[in-house]
Structures are given as C-alpha cells and as structure tokens.
C-alpha cells in the first residue's frame, strides 16, 4: 500500500488548482487520464511540489494530476542491486529502504523530504555527487509511461545491461511530463560509503577557491563532489569525501594537502556529516523558496571568469565545478538584471515569476535540427495537448 502524504494545493506559475487528482494505482491513474478526453480538459502533473517552478509558462489546466501516492516500492533485490519504485517515492523515503543493505544512490534534492524520484527524473535534475555516481539518468534501467489516453507502455527492465525496447528511459528524463506520465522507474543501486566527511575551505578570491577544486579533481583521490561558492565568509569550496571507515581520515587529509598546495586557505572546517558539503547546491538551487534560479553551463577552464562576474552583479552562485553547470539565485523581488548571464545562451530558468515567463523560453535556445523531432515526438505521444500544456521547450 501507498504510505500517507501530506495532500498540498497545487500552485503553478502564481494560479491555483483547485480540482486535484490523487490516484494511488496505474489503474486509477488510467481511469483519471481517461475520463479527461470527453471533455477535453487539459492537466498538470506535478509531485512534491518542489519543482514546479520549471517550466514554460504554460496552461492553462483544467485539473492537477498528483502522483503522490503513487508512492510504492514496488520491488528491491539487494543482492542484484537494483529497485523499483513509483514516481511519488521521495528521494529520503528510497534512501532509507536502501541503507537497511548499505546501499544508496547519489541523488542531490533541496528538499529530500518532500522531492520526489519522478520530480527529480522529470525534471532532469540530480546534484553535485553526479561527480562520482552519475547522473539520475545513467541509473534508470526501466520505466513504464503512460500516455493521455491512459494506456502504459514498457522500456527496459530490472537487469542492469538490459537494453529491451526503444530507449525510452532517455527520452522522458527531462521531458517535464510532456510526453506521458510515469508511472514506475526501475533503478540501478550502488554500495553505500561506510564513512563520509565535509570539507569547506574558505577563500578570499574565487580564482583560489576554483584553483583548489581543479586541484582535487585532477587528483587521484575521487571526491565524490566539489562545488563553489560565494558565502558571506568568502569564497567556499566544499568537498565530500566518501571512503571506508579505516581510510576516511587519510583521505581528508591528503584532499585538504592538495587544496592547500594549490591556494592556501584562510579556514578550513571537516565534520562527519558528509551532506554538509552539499548545503550550498541545496541552498542555490531550491526552487521551492520563490527566487529566481538559472542554470548555466559552464565549463570548468571558464568559471574563474565567471563566478565573480556573477557575484558582482548580485547572484548567489554555487558552481558543480564536477559537472561544469553553475547555479545562480538571486530574490524574485529584484529587478531582473541579467548581468552576467548574457554571455551564456544556453541559461536554463530554473524558477522565475510569471511575468518574467512571458515571451521566454526557460530552457533556453533550442538548435534548429532538435525542434522538429521535438514536435513530432509531442505530436505522436500528446497530440491534444492534454499533459503539462506548453510547459516544455518550445512550448510544447
């Protein structure tokens, strides 16, 4: 059975949604889906609620579609290390399940508590720890979809080199619900550190700061996440370490060596909580606390350019030096000045308020070869519309 929830209203883009569904079954989902093509309603799907700030501006729905109790584990075989789960499991609520057999995924949210796997899979989200686990998209061996006429359609499997089916585990991953609802995702696992730390080393400059994270990348000693950051300390470099209880302090202190041999901080703090190296990402990167958020991809060679360029125009940034993408915030009550941003055409607009939704696109430029096969994909999946109207690229 699906566990209780706290049921939330649904807010998208400043409206309410009254009428909001809660299956706790495929089979009701279907039900639900299906009951809308008669009237020709349109839905919003949505999960926790910590994401729906990402979207175009689209709309406008007749009804919300939560997947929140569909919030099933439905199949876990630790020895093979793989799980499946429904889209309304939350990131903390799998992480539990699977620390019973030290085992975990690497999978970075604002807010554990609430976010849920199909959000995160959604939205194409995961965090900093992609450094050394991947991304949410390489753990996905399976998933079921089902399309606005409620029918369930299968790809892959519970076998991690299972490649049965077209590739629909890529296909959806950052689609927003455009192309269909998931309904289960199966998952590859991994072994769960039996110790972690957190390094934060202050900077006054962030050429320091960055200076320090190469150093450690390039080194042999494979942190499993670095990222920098402006704090009103300084300049911040925040490192998690995961290792063997008998090696964990060795390793601190050969990374805390090789940041001090390539910039000398002014601070440096270690705790035993490895998620605190992890608190600037979770900080910039909420978009549930109603600021403004992009995303940018930034190769690592350019951020020493742009992390100050950023700051000195009033972002709050935190660069995934890992994975070459920068977070920035900055409070919706500001004046949107994009100094900064407007050298990076690829910006991503992870959370912004209506009105700065309108005429743009938040994910930014789509290349002219991708825009057809886009449209054709919504045209074959959702050719009436019916799911996340216009919330994805090119208002789709």
């Keep these: 059975m699906s566990s209780e929830v706290e049921l939330v209203p649904v807010v998208v883009d400043g409206t309410d949604i009254t009428d909001v569904r809660f299956p706790e079954s495929p089979q009701e989902m279907s039900a639900t889906l299906r009951e809308m093509q008669p009237v020709d309603a349109h839905a919003l799907i949505v999960g926790g609620g910590t994401r729906t700030a990402f979207g175009n501006l689209g709309g406008s729905f007749d009804l919300a579609i939560s997947t929140r109790k569909l919030n099933r584990i439905l199949q876990y075989e630790p020895d093979n290390m793989t799980m499946a789960v429904e889209p309304g499991c939350t990131i903390e609520q799998i992480r539990e399940a699977l620390a019973a057999n030290r085992q975990s995924i690497a999978l970075d949210a604002a807010h554990d508590s609430r976010s849920t796997i199909g959000g995160a899979y959604a939205t194409g989200?995961?965090?900093?720890?992609?450094?050394?686990?991947?991304?949410?998209?390489?753990?996905?061996?399976?998933?079921?979809?089902?399309?606005?006429?409620?029918?369930?359609?299968?790809?892959?499997?519970?076998?991690?080199?299972?490649?049965?089916?077209?590739?629909?585990?890529?296909?959806?991953?950052?689609?927003?619900?455009?192309?269909?609802?998931?309904?289960?995702?199966?998952?590859?696992?991994?072994?769960?550190?039996?110790?972690?730390?957190?390094?934060?080393?202050?900077?006054?400059?962030?050429e320091h700061a960055h200076a320090a994270a190469v150093a450690l990348i390039t080194s042999q000693l494979l942190p499993a996440s670095i990222v920098v950051a402006n704090t009103p300390e300084g300049w911040q470099t925040s490192v998690r370490c995961d290792a063997p209880e008998e090696a964990i302090e060795l390793l601190v202190q050969r990374m805390n060596a090789v940041a001090a041999d390539a910039a000398e901080p002014i601070s440096a703090n270690v705790s035993d909580d490895g998620s605190d190296a992890l608190s600037a990402f979770r900080d910039t990167a909420d978009l549930?606390?109603?600021?403004?958020?992009?995303?940018?991809?930034?190769?690592?060679?350019?951020?020493?350019?742009?992390?100050?360029?950023l700051a000195d125009t009033g972002w709050r940034v935190c660069a995934d030096v890992g994975s070459g993408l920068v977070y920035a915030?900055?409070?919706?009550?500001?004046?949107?000045?994009?100094?900064?941003?407007?050298?990076?055409?690829?910006a991503t607009w992870l959370a912004l308020p209506r009105h700065l939704k309108t005429d743009r696109d938040v994910f930014g430029p789509t290349p002219d070869a991708v825009q057809p096969i886009l449209r054709r994909l919504k045209d074959s999946f959702d050719p009436e519309r019916r799911l996340n109207r216009g919330r994805f690229a090119l208002g789709l």
């Design 125 to 206: 989200m995961s965090g900093p720890r992609r450094l050394g686990g991947g991304s949410l998209k390489d753990w996905v061996i399976g998933v079921e979809v089902m399309g606005p006429d409620g029918v369930n359609a299968k790809a892959g499997g519970m076998v991690v080199k299972n490649v049965t089916g077209f590739d629909m585990m890529h296909l959806h991953y950052g689609a927003l619900g455009a192309f269909g609802v998931v309904t289960r995702l199966n998952l590859k696992v991994f072994p769960a550190p039996t110790a972690s730390r957190s390094i934060q080393l202050v900077y006054t400059t962030p």
């Design 288 to 309: 549930a606390a109603g600021d403004i958020v992009v995303r940018l991809p930034i190769r690592a060679s350019h951020q020493p350019a742009a992390l100050p360029r």
């Design 329 to 346: 915030r900055r409070p919706s009550s500001d004046a949107l000045d994009e100094g900064g941003i407007e050298a990076f055409s690829t």
